[in-house]
């Protein structure tokens, strides 16, 4: 039987042609669904939902091998018209991961504390910071190396997930230092504070 080669020919070539309309067509949708999910200012590494952004490079404080805590900090804009509250996080570089706060204590020492949850007012800022808020990493499952990325999800109330990368980094200027009582068994209190 006898098949004519040019309708079979036509049929690919416009089949071909239409593929790579659809690819040219639809690849700057591609493109700007994939860009709308990272929000963060330059240099600063976060797949954050639409109406939040990180507005500083995320990093985690770098302690020596025999420290099994430490914290990480940063600072996040919320775009919205609604407070967003961060309700917890996690990381696989550490068993636990908590929020937490500095508050003075009656002897105006100030202690550590973990926190329901940290705030991130509408169309404002929070700011993650030694001596103040932070996420505490409790229980490393390994030291952490400088310069190292770590992962760390921060969980918001009836929101979207943010998915930020920390770097581990020594601290600037060595704010925050304060002699802290053992928290949760997990750190002598002789400990450096993160």
């Known amino acids: 039987m006898y098949l004519p080669h040019r309708p079979v020919s036509r049929s690919i070539h416009a089949f071909a042609s239409l593929a790579l309309v659809l690819c040219l067509v639809g690849a700057p949708a591609v493109t700007a669904q994939q860009a709308s999910g990272h929000h963060a200012s330059e240099g600063a590494e976060c797949d954050c939902p639409p109406g939040v952004e990180l507005v500083s490079q995320a990093w985690v404080r770098h302690l020596p091998p025999s420290q099994p805590n430490t914290a990480a900090y940063m600072k996040i804009r919320n775009l919205t018209d609604a407070d967003l509250q961060i309700v917890g996080a996690e990381t696989p570089v550490a068993r636990v991961a908590e929020l937490h706060d500095h508050v003075q204590d009656a002897a105006g020492v100030m202690r550590m504390r973990e926190v329901a949850s940290i705030v991130i007012p509408a169309g404002g800022d929070v700011e993650l910071k030694p001596g103040g808020l932070h996420v505490m990493l409790i229980d490393l499952v390994e030291p952490l190396q400088e310069e190292q990325r770590v992962p760390l999800t921060l969980h918001l109330e009836g ?36």
């Not at 990368?165 to 601290?171: C, H, L, M």
């Open 159 to 194: 929101f979207e997930d943010l998915r930020i990368e920390a770097r581990v980094q020594r601290s600037d200027d060595g704010a925050g230092h304060h002699d802290h009582p053992d928290h949760h068994g997990h750190r002598p209190s002789h400990a450096p504070q993160p």
